[in-house]
């Protein structure tokens, strides 16, 4: 069964609706817990992870100091890897965060750039707005803003960004030709992408895909790297690289497409807009 693009955001905002309420505090990347939603029991047993296993995807991801947020803020980070330290950003950008949750990324962001530089998360789910605003009292910084909105049609003006951030959220959408056309739209020439998310080698069966609680949980919404690339390529971008986090020095950008089983692992992903 092919599910329509509608039934996949539903999924996915009821997934992380249900994780920014029931998570006050306490860390979602327990042993036990959700991390990007993902979990052991999600994974279809014909899928493999490859490069680390699923607990060393989702834990000590950031190599920038975390510890001025609040338990609040870092007790619901569902990333899968670092998109702040891989932008470098500089003081008085503008920058974009797709699918920015509970504002983890945004409020890293905005320390970066300085209150010359102006941060802007996008999320389609209610309740983690909610959380961000909250979260965004309590951190007390002024120069991020957040915007109800899907990333395949994002509310935000042509060439008016930076800088594009994203954490393990892309591979959660049903139409990543979109964000990626929406991306190149929305950055500056010369503008960056710097993304960390879910892929695979190999590719995932129909009935894979048509589990929606694995979609959701950042597993069988994740493309195969070629294909990742081709969207991208596609949409304009330049320079890409795409890497796995466990291998960074073996690029993938220009790897063909396999047709095995499909192997799941954490990718950091840059690109450039000519």
């Not at 993902?38 to 994974?43: D, G, R």
């Not at 920015?100 to 983690?128: E, H, K, L, N, Y």
Request: aromatic share 6%; charged share 20%; net charge negative.
């Amino acid at each position: 069964m092919i599910q329509t693009s509608q039934q996949i955001h539903k999924a996915v905002q009821e997934r992380y609706g249900r994780l920014a309420v029931e998570s006050p505090g306490a860390s979602c990347c327990s042993s036990d817990g959700d991390c990007c939603g993902t979990t052991a029991s999600v994974l279809p047993a014909d899928v493999a992870v490859a490069g680390e296993a699923l607990d060393a995807i989702y834990s000590n991801l950031y190599t920038a100091d975390t510890g001025w947020l609040p338990t609040e803020v870092t007790g619901l980070s569902l990333g899968c890897g670092d998109p702040i330290t891989l932008a470098a950003l500089q003081p008085g950008q503008t920058v974009l965060d797709l699918g920015s949750g509970g504002g983890i990324d945004a409020f890293m962001a905005a320390r970066q750039v300085g209150p010359a530089g102006r941060v802007i998360g996008v999320d389609m789910t209610p309740q983690m707005l909610a959380r961000a605003e909250s979260n965004k009292a309590k951190v007390g910084l002024d120069n991020v803003e957040f915007r109800q909105g899907y990333i395949e049609a994002l509310p935000v003006a042509d060439g008016s960004v930076d800088v594009i951030l994203s954490n393990c959220v892309i591979n959660l959408s049903p139409d990543k030709a979109a964000v990626f056309r929406e991306a190149y739209r929305v950055l500056r020439p010369g503008g960056r992408l710097a993304v960390s998310d879910m892929m695979t080698r190999g590719l995932f069966t129909a009935e894979d895909r048509a589990n929606m609680s694995a979609w959701a949980g950042c597993v069988t919404g994740a493309e195969d790297v070629a294909l990742y690339a081709g969207a991208m390529r596609a949409a304009g971008f330049a320079d890409i690289s795409i890497v796995d986090k466990a291998q960074p020095d073996v690029e993938l950008a220009e790897q063909p497409l396999e047709s095995g089983p499909a192997q799941l692992f954490s990718a950091r992903v840059t690109a450039v807009k000519g």
